[in-house]
């Protein structure tokens, strides 16, 4: 432990002295991305497009004569130019498109290093905050920023994602899980399940696969939800917290894109028009495009089969670690491995119940039913899940039947700073997550990388190309909808084009494969990423160490993976 120190501190000071050296010494190159938007007209007779579901106008559309950007469309170049993003406007036999050009910034291969730096010393040092936290130095210091609370922290800290992360998972969340382990309510349902449902470990994972599968709206609502619904009774029947997390993680993002009820289709279907396709043409047909391809998610596939599988102790892919972990938990009931360092704090787990009061499994499963009904009913009515909403009325209602059943306000509000203070250490390094995946953006690993797909690329090749690319932009930025929108606006006019090239025999379903490897790859990454949202989530609910998490699921992950690319291979091939 002492000699991996040493290495991951003096890796940390090579890493940081290399992003001072490649910010002063290496000039960025600017891409400029183009991008063919389908423009509606909106009710104030303005023009704009949809956007993540809802009506967005154009704030200014410059004529492809006057635009500063225009004639750079899909090159690099070596000087900032003089506007960043415009709305080009192009008359052309009578017909006007509308293009989205925006000017994005890279350090070619250096724009990788803060990921690397971020997720290597994350393996080396075991210390997500240490290791976050060099990420986001060498990523500010790439790019020549080195006020870095000022300028980088505050700001990304202070947009609407930050807040989330304030507000639901250390408010909502911390509150909640205080107050069930104040009112017992967590062990009550815990002595419920284990006495109808659960009968052991295998039983106790189904029960986690299931709920998983039920709660299909993805991120944040499965895993905080999945998590702490599971954790008490899975922990009864010595289930390693590196089993649950696997679970858990597993069935939130994949099972979102197999069962796309939610918003997902929609944030998608605004990357995805291309010119000419007559199955892009109109926002309805590109969402059913995206239903249409859900029997190519091979990878979202295997892996909520594979998590299948583990709850029956059957999956043959699990890896010495993640059986080393099953053993341990089962022979010794030690539910996390020596050394671990848990993102959720013991004294959430272990319940401390006033004097006199009676537990009840009422005070868990009505704010579960309720946090669901409100998410999903939100979806249905409004078209996007209201998360804080649910979790904001689910912990009221906790505590409204608290006191009603009898609980002083005195014990109450002891019980959730306790769960305050049991996520604090979960949330900074949510909030140092969303920064590092920033930055990462920022750096311009994503276009830079995305920027290598530019030469010619076999048929067969493609889909493959684009699945690796959005594994490794997913990886390094922790972020599966930023991924979309990095990839999808190449990917498929490419795939468009590789098609019409080629002559293929099946130009839908080509698309379809492309398209298919871009969702999974990005899925692959996100879920796997130490410095995703999920994942950390994933870790944080079940009480699990992050980097164990992240190191027990990663072969088979990696094994649905090499299945999904193979097939998405063979069915291109046939294509053309």
Not at 425 to 444: M, T
């Amino acid at each position: 432990m002492k000699h991996s120190g040493i290495l991951g501190g003096a890796v940390f000071a090579i890493l940081i002295a290399l992003s001072l050296w490649a910010g002063l010494n290496i000039k960025p190159t600017w891409m400029i991305e183009k991008t063919t938007i389908e423009a509606i007209s909106l009710p104030d007779g303005h023009m704009g497009r949809i956007f993540k579901g809802k009506p967005e106008p154009f704030e200014s559309v410059v004529s492809s004569d006057s635009s500063a950007l225009w004639s750079f469309a899909g090159q690099s170049i070596a000087v900032e130019p003089s506007a960043t993003k415009e709305i080009v406007l192009e008359q052309r036999d009578g017909v006007s498109t509308y293009t989205e050009l925006t000017a994005i910034r890279h350090w070619g291969p250096w724009s990788l290093l803060p990921a690397i730096t971020a997720v290597l010393l994350c393996f080396l040092l075991r210390d997500p905050v240490v290791s976050l936290a060099g990420g986001i130095m060498a990523g500010a210091f790439l790019m020549q920023e080195y006020d870095i609370p000022g300028k980088i922290l505050v700001p990304e800290i202070g947009t609407a994602t930050g807040a989330t992360i304030m507000v639901l998972y250390l408010w909502f969340l911390g509150g909640m899980l205080g107050v069930w382990s104040r009112s017992g309510a967590a062990a009550a349902f815990a002595d419920w399940v284990t006495t109808h449902f659960v009968r052991g470990p295998r039983s106790a994972k189904f029960v986690t696969w299931l709920l998983g599968v039920i709660i299909f709206q993805g991120g944040t609502l499965s895993t905080v939800l999945v998590g702490t619904a599971v954790r008490p009774v899975a922990d009864r029947q010595k289930v390693s917290h590196e089993e649950l997390s696997f679970i858990v993680d597993a069935t939130a993002s994949p099972i979102a894109v197999l069962l796309p009820f939610n918003a997902w289709p929609i944030y998608v279907q605004a990357f995805i028009f291309v010119g000419g396709v007559p199955w892009l043409a109109t926002e309805t047909q590109r969402i059913s495009f995206f239903f249409q391809c859900i029997p190519l998610y091979f990878y979202a596939a295997l892996t909520v089969f594979f998590t299948l599988l583990t709850s029956f102790d059957k999956c043959p892919f699990l890896g010495k670690s993640m059986r080393a972990a099953v053993e341990r938990a089962r022979t010794t009931g030690e539910l996390d491995a020596p050394g671990a360092e848990p993102l959720l704090s013991y004294e959430v787990e272990i319940p401390d119940v006033p004097a006199g009061y009676r537990p009840s499994v009422i005070e868990f499963i009505v704010p579960i039913v309720l946090i669901v009904g409100l998410a999903v009913g939100t979806f249905f009515v409004m078209g996007s899940p209201q998360v804080l909403w649910a979790f904001g009325a689910a912990l009221v209602l906790s505590m409204v039947i608290c006191l009603l059943r009898g609980m002083s306000l005195r014990d109450l509000m002891e019980g959730v700073t306790t769960g305050l203070k049991g996520v604090v250490y979960g949330s900074v390094i949510l909030l140092l997550a969303v920064v590092i995946g920033a930055v990462s953006q920022k750096a311009g690993g994503g276009p830079y990388l995305v920027g290598l797909l530019s030469g010619q690329l076999a048929p067969w090749f493609l889909p493959v190309a684009l699945a690796l690319l959005t594994m490794v932009i997913s990886f390094s930025t922790g972020t599966s909808w930023g991924t979309f929108a990095v990839a999808l606006p190449l990917a498929m006019p490419l795939a468009w084009g590789v098609a019409q090239a080629c002559g293929a025999q099946h130009p839908w379903l080509y698309m379809a494969v492309c398209f298919s490897a871009v969702i999974n790859g990005s899925v692959f990454g996100d879920q796997c990423s130490p410095i995703s949202d999920t994942c950390v989530l994933s870790a944080v609910t079940t009480g699990c160490d992050l980097m164990d998490h992240v190191r027990t699921q990663l072969l088979p992950c990696v094994v649905a993976a090499s299945i999904s690319v193979v097939l998405w291979a063979a069915i291109a091939a046939w294509c053309v």
